[in-house]
């Protein structure tokens, strides 16, 4: 008895869109992709209710001719590729031929193009991948595709989509990582017909940073520009200084040959770049974009394209570490501490990194105790550091002298934030006041910071925020964690909230968050210059805290290099 059947084309259609489209995004990411391959120098993308009304996406490229439309929405059609060879000199961003078919499959489309070597358009509308209505129309050079009822004829999808704000976040997310790497390209998007982003088109990447997350995080990026000649690799965009980190990587943008790509070998050199520069689980702001020749990757392994492999792997991680680090140093950010990072970047390829750590210079954090905010300093456990003499190094670190001849490098932001830490967990214990402010504050915000604080609404709330949306797209603040007062500025407070939203931690860890917060902010910076009596006042500062050896983030607050190890360094044993 028969049992294995060919399945029908509409199946197979809606089976094949499940690993293309997912989501309004999967659309527009599909969609943008087209007009870019199109040679476009305006994309203007319009979403009703996060995507899930219509997608509308309009270019001025090319366009499509009127015997190329209805072949445009059949499988494995496409103008990118002829042959599999071509991959080994791909250019474009799109090549498989899934895209169009597998949105028609799950949508309702309506197509209106016209084709540069034309002098009429042409319409199409389809329902489930069949067309419906084709007629000959008037207008302008370029491609306008509207998605609607996406997921219509799957209704078990249609329960999978989220809230319109989560959707929109997902679509912003998918609109800036092209805005970034094509900042030639004019790119504006709206949401319920209200300009949320775009761009300028003038061709600098830094602009359209600035555009998509604020100056604040733009002022403290470095250019990248690196290139190996030898090898046909080269390496451009922004990374941050070290002053700037996050606890995810959603903030690291990578492509290859300007498509973005998820490579955790990329993740992991830009990382492996900045060495001891960031705390440990920090990652920085980064917009890397790989040149390499097409024949050293492979795109063909997903259909959302996403990831790659290299032929020359190693090749390609070394130099990633390298470009990076050589940034880091060129932009003098305290150059002794990355020329010492330096001597770890030939490491064996892929070796952990606990290993190499290993090999530093003979400085030691030998003050350790449990990390552990009840604890209190035992008389064995307590700091020796005596209070002359004391100096001040590359305005960032205190060298002071233990009794017993030792030398201790204090980081000063780091001690100052200790200190301050503990008095306020002294001062407020283990609750979270509100602090109703005297004036309103209306922050001037990026697009992506005001779905940002709408999304997470409830949760600033319960972290002592009184933020209210008001009508021209932007928010005020009324009330704020009243261990915030006089301990962060105004104009500090969304870069505060950013982190607090990025952290979400756990109901039990959200006092020690905001104290921690707060703490930073208040204290003394890397790279102020400090009078004797300040370095004097966190060194005994210091001595009085519970817990002494560690930021409340867990950044060591110092390190030791032992009389021993000094005097053998000097031949002196």
């Known amino acids: 008895m028969r049992r294995i059947f060919v399945l029908e084309e509409q199946t197979i259609g809606k089976i094949a869109a499940g690993e293309v489209v997912d989501r309004p995004a999967s659309v527009v990411k599909e969609l943008i992709e087209n007009s870019i391959d199109a040679g476009s120098r305006h994309v203007i993308v319009e979403v009703g209710r996060g995507g899930q009304d219509y997608i509308r996406v309009t270019d001025d490229g090319c366009g499509i001719s009127a015997e190329d439309v209805e072949v445009a929405f059949q499988k494995h059609a496409t103008s990118k590729i002829r042959r599999i060879e071509d991959l080994l000199s791909l250019k474009t961003l799109g090549f498989r031929g899934e895209a169009l078919p597998s949105i028609a499959a799950v949508s309702r489309v309506e197509v209106s193009t016209r084709h540069r070597a034309e002098d009429f358009g042409t319409y199409l509308r389809l329902e489930g991948g069949i067309t419906r209505e084709r007629r000959r129309i008037t207008r302008s050079t370029g491609t306008t595709i509207e998605v609607n009822s996406l997921f219509y004829n799957l209704p078990a999808r249609i329960g999978t989509i989220k809230s319109p704000s989560t959707e929109l976040k997902h679509i912003m997310e998918i609109f800036t990582i092209y805005a970034l790497i094509y900042p030639a390209i004019k790119f504006e998007l709206f949401h319920d017909e209200r300009l949320l982003l775009s761009t300028s088109g003038n061709g600098r990447m830094l602009d359209t940073i600035v555009r998509a997350f604020g100056s604040t995080v733009a002022k403290e990026l470095i250019e990248v520009h690196e ?8 390496l451009f965009g922004f990374i941050s200084k070290p002053a700037i980190s996050y606890s995810t990587r959603k903030y690291i943008f990578t492509y290859v040959n300007r498509r973005f790509v998820k490579n955790e070998l990329m993740l992991r050199a830009i990382r492996r770049g900045y060495k001891s520069l960031l705390p440990k689980n920090a990652y920085p702001f980064a917009v890397i974009s790989l040149q390499i020749e097409p024949a050293e990757i492979n795109v063909n392994i997903h259909p959302k394209k996403h990831e790659v492999s290299f032929l020359r792997s190693e090749k390609v991680f070394r130099f990633i570490i390298d470009s990076v680090s050589s940034t880091l140093r060129s932009a003098d950010l305290m150059p002794e501490m990355v020329h010492r990072e330096a001597k770890r970047e030939h490491e064996p390829f892929g070796m952990p990194a606990h290993r190499a ?37 590359l305005d960032s670190y205190i060298i002071a002298e233990s009794e017993h001849g030792d030398v201790i490098i204090i980081d000063q932001h780091a001690a100052a934030e200790r200190i301050n830490f503990e008095k306020l967990i002294e001062r407020y214990g283990q609750r979270i006041d509100k602090q109703t402010l005297l004036r309103p504050y209306v922050p001037r915000l990026s697009p992506n910071q005001l779905v940002l604080l709408r999304e997470s609404e409830q949760y600033l709330r319960d972290m002592g925020f009184d933020i209210e949306a008001i009508g021209d797209g932007s928010c005020m603040i009324r009330a704020i964690p009243a261990v915030f007062h006089d301990m962060v500025r105004e104009d500090e407070l969304m870069e505060v909230i950013e982190r607090l939203i990025e952290d979400r931690p756990r109901i039990e860890e959200r006092i020690r968050l905001l104290f921690a917060t707060a703490a930073c902010k208040a204290s003394i910076k890397a790279g102020e210059k400090l009078s004797y009596e300040s370095m004097r006042a966190i060194v005994e500062g210091l001595k009085n805290t519970k817990i002494p050896y560690t930021c409340p983030h867990g950044r060591p607050t110092m390190i030791r290099l032992s009389k021993k190890e000094i005097e ?6």
């Open 227 to 234: 290139k190996e000649p030898e090898s046909n690799l080269s």
């Open 357 to 393: 750590e290993k090999k530093s210079f003979g400085l030691q954090t030998s003050f350790q105790t449990p990390d552990v905010e009840s604890s209190t300093q035992s008389e064995d456990s307590r700091l020796d550091i005596l209070p002359v003499p004391l100096y001040q190094v």
């Open 568 to 573: 053998k360094r000097f031949k002196r044993r």
